[in-house]
């Protein structure tokens, strides 16, 4: 099992341009999760899929983020235009079945963003 | 709804002291309750859960935590502190369905020699 796996692991990108993040959950899981952790901010969840469907994106911060997920195996967070207060680790998650089973969600490793 | 309270943002032992951090949780609904682990530069990692079988839950690297629903609490201990424990720690307490976990704001442990 490889775990949930994230790409890239750092991007630095001028502000302005589009930044697109990857991530692939664990095979078989049913939920995966887009969250930003920043020191001022702390851990935050901004959207969650369940099968593939998008349940709850009411913690991306404003229009210029979007994420999608086209099937099992595969989910990106998009922004654009980027600007430097986008600047964070995001973390993708994945869990066995529904959001709110106990399974415990299991994280990716994170893509460090920077926009300068 | 489901919340978590993380008291102390900075928590600092000696080597082979306790560790004690603290959660208290709310919740409408019998809480699965857990607590994550994350070092420096990279993701967050499982360190134990509760699921309504044993109030003492035993996880990794010798940690341990115990839930008292008379207290609201699910307080993770460590008889003796290594170096390695240094990280940030996250209380986390399920939702239903399709509500996902909700996380405390984390605590940072510090080890001194």
């Known amino acids: 099992d490889a775990g949930v796996i994230q790409s890239p692991r750092h991007e630095v990108t001028e502000m302005g341009q589009e930044v697109t993040l990857r991530c692939k959950p664990i095979?078989?899981?049913?939920?995966l999760f887009w969250y930003r952790q920043t020191m001022m901010r702390g851990l935050e969840l901004l959207i969650y899929?369940?099968?593939?469907?998008?349940?709850?994106d009411s913690g991306m911060p404003e229009d210029r983020f979007s994420a999608k997920m086209p099937n099992a195996s595969f989910s990106t967070l998009k922004i654009q235009p980027s600007e430097p207060r986008d600047s964070a680790v995001y973390f993708c998650a994945s869990n066995p079945d529904s959001p709110g089973a106990n399974y415990g969600y299991t994280f990716g490793s994170g893509t460090r963003l920077t926009v300068v | 709804a489901q919340s978590v309270t993380q008291l102390g943002s900075h928590v600092s032992v000696s080597e082979g002291a306790l560790v004690l951090l603290r959660c208290n949780y709310s919740?409408?609904?019998?809480?699965?309750l857990f607590w994550y682990v994350q070092y420096p530069n990279q993701g967050l990692q499982l360190l134990l859960k509760?699921?309504?079988?044993?109030?003492l839950v035993k996880g990794i690297n010798g940690f341990e935590a115990e839930f008292k629903k008379s207290e609201t609490s699910f307080h993770l201990t460590k008889p003796s502190a290594h170096m390695s424990d240094a990280a940030e720690y996250f209380c986390a307490v399920s939702g239903s369905g399709n509500t996902p976990l909700v996380f405390g704001k984390g605590t940072r442990l510090s080890v001194i020699a």
């Open positions: 509760y699921t309504s079988a044993a109030t």
């Open positions: 095979s078989g899981h049913n939920s």
């Open positions: 919740s409408s609904v019998p809480p699965y």
């Open positions: 899929f369940n099968n593939n469907v998008p349940i709850d």
